[in-house]
């Protein structure tokens, strides 16, 4: 009998990811004829930009069909490599500082998506975050919520984030020993955020309803948000190679307030909430490593 259920929810799984990359495709799709639409009317990046706020809206729709937030997850972690492949493309460009950003962001954005693909249930399941803003804001509140703080903001975030590579993007720059510095972390911040993904998932797996203090997050509560922060500082670091010190430091500053003011303590509350002894681990361990 177990069995026959872990067969059908494979299935089930395997099916919804299946739907979930046509929704994908869909949206690039879309998101693809506008920015040629409108590429010849306006600034380039500001055509991107549009086009990528048209795709999220298109992932936000097919959320609202299936009742599921959840939908817009792997966004975060397919739209950056799409993008910037594209970009390379569109600019014709493949310079090493290029070569060397598309080479971290794929390795980033294929471990993130994996992870994503592993932890996924299928579209019947919703993530708890969606699910108790479902059930604690007025329906009204709930739709305003979703469409701007849960689909919307984070595609502003991931773009924003994503300005300092879109500048490494000029024939006559060069790779420096700073660009390759900035691509070490990029590609140490994705294997970081892999151990400890791999760690929590075993440790879950034989120790259910407990908090993980092993391996890296012994050393620090969130090792994997601090691998999502390195990632984006990373690129920065590659873009500062060439420019410098400039305005476009406030990307990785927007990526990591995100975490610190947003995401890290609204999982510390349900942590707090559901795990027993959760609280003696928190005053002894670093919120990042």
Sequence with gaps: MNNQINRLRHKTKAKSIVVIGLIYLVAFVVGFWVFRMLNN?????????VADVVATVVVWGFGLYYENVSVYDPYWSVAPPVMFTAWAVFKSMNTLPVVLLL?????????LTGNWAFTFKGLAHEDWRYTRYRETLSPFLFHVTNFFGLNM????????AMLPGFGLFEASLSANLVTWLGFAICLSAATLQLVADTQIHRFRAAHPGQYC?????????????????????????????????DWLVLAPLAMT?????????????????NKAGYAAYREKTRMLI
């Excluded at 092993?214 to 670091?237: A, C, D, Q, T």
Aim: positive net charge.
């Design 41 to 49: 009317g306006c600034h380039e990046l500001l055509a991107l930009f």
């Design 103 to 111: 080479i971290a962001v794929w390795y980033w954005g294929i471990r």
């Design 153 to 160: 903001m984070p595609t502003v975030l991931v773009f924003a």
């Design 213 to 245: 203090c092993i391996g890296l997050w012994k050393h620090g509560r969130h090792p994997n948000y601090f691998g999502e922060i390195s990632m984006w500082w990373g690129v920065w670091v590659m873009y500062a190679s060439n420019y410098g010190f």
């Design 257 to 273: 307030a995100l975490f610190l003011f947003v995401s890290i303590p609204m999982m510390e509350r349900r942590q707090l909430q």
